[in-house]
């Protein structure tokens, strides 16, 4: 079966994640979407974090509705931070008869360099970069990636939605029923 793995803090999850697993799922080749909670992505401040449970409740609540969308917890007991290479690794030896490849952000594509072992990600698993407004494909600069150029953009964030109930505002728009 081929996994598309969709690594995410989910602080918390939203409309533009479940809408762009949605559309990942169309992709020809991508049987299943794993969203992958990571409880300590190694670049964000852990104290902004939602407690893990907490995230991890939404999350559940938000894919209920696609058989195909499923939440992983595979980081959970792993060491933190969370290094996606060490969540690739794991998965590839406990699930040999599995094809993993994974989802990034336009963010990520632009530090990609900076990741741990990402020589080793980009040789061993297809990766799919999500655009964000205003970035763009460097030519020259990780041509193995494959840009979502036809992917709704959806304009939500996480901070923004936190930033919001904040100040007492309604999310409701934003954020799954």
Same mark, same amino acid.
């Given at each position: /079966?081929?996994?598309?793995?969709?690594?995410?803090?989910?602080?918390?999850? +939203?409309?533009? +994640?479940?809408?762009?697993?949605?559309? /990942?799922?169309?992709? !020809?080749?991508?049987?299943?979407? $794993?969203?992958?909670?990571?409880? +300590?992505?190694?670049? !964000?401040?852990?104290?902004?974090? $939602?407690?893990?449970?907490?995230?991890?409740?939404?999350?559940? &609540?938000?894919?209920?509705?696609?058989?195909?969308?499923?939440?992983?917890?595979?980081?959970?007991?792993?060491?933190?931070?969370?290094?996606?290479?060490?969540?690739?690794?794991?998965?590839?030896? =406990?699930?040999?008869? +599995? &094809? @993993?490849?994974?989802?990034?952000?336009?963010?990520?594509?632009?530090? @990609?360099?900076? $990741?741990?072992?990402?020589?080793?990600?980009?040789?061993?698993?297809?990766?799919?970069?999500?655009?964000?407004?205003?970035? =763009?494909?460097?030519?020259?600069? @990780?041509?193995? /990636?494959? $840009?979502?150029?036809?992917?709704?953009?959806?304009?939500?964030?996480?901070?923004?939605?936190?930033?919001? /109930?904040?100040?007492?505002?309604?999310?409701?728009?934003?954020?799954?029923?």
């Amino acid at each position: /079966m081929n996994i598309l793995l969709y690594f995410g803090s989910f602080n918390p999850i +939203h409309k533009g +994640h479940i809408g762009l697993a949605e559309y /990942m799922l169309q992709l !020809k080749g991508v049987d299943e979407v $794993w969203l992958v909670l990571s409880p +300590h992505n190694p670049l !964000k401040d852990v104290s902004r974090l $939602w407690n893990e449970e907490k995230r991890l409740e939404l999350v559940k &609540k938000a894919c209920r509705h696609n058989a195909r969308i499923i939440v992983c917890t595979v980081e959970f007991p792993l060491p933190k931070p969370n290094y996606t290479i060490n969540t690739l690794r794991h998965l590839s030896v =406990k699930y040999p008869e +599995h &094809k @993993f490849s994974i989802l990034i952000g336009a963010d990520n594509y632009a530090i @990609f360099d900076k $990741w741990r072992s990402w020589e080793e990600i980009l040789s061993n698993y297809k990766i799919y970069v999500y655009p964000r407004s205003g970035s =763009k494909k460097i030519e020259g600069r @990780f041509d193995e /990636m494959e $840009w979502l150029e036809d992917a709704p953009l959806f304009d939500i964030s996480s901070t923004e939605i936190r930033e919001k /109930m904040a100040r007492g505002e309604s999310v409701d728009d934003l954020i799954p029923s």
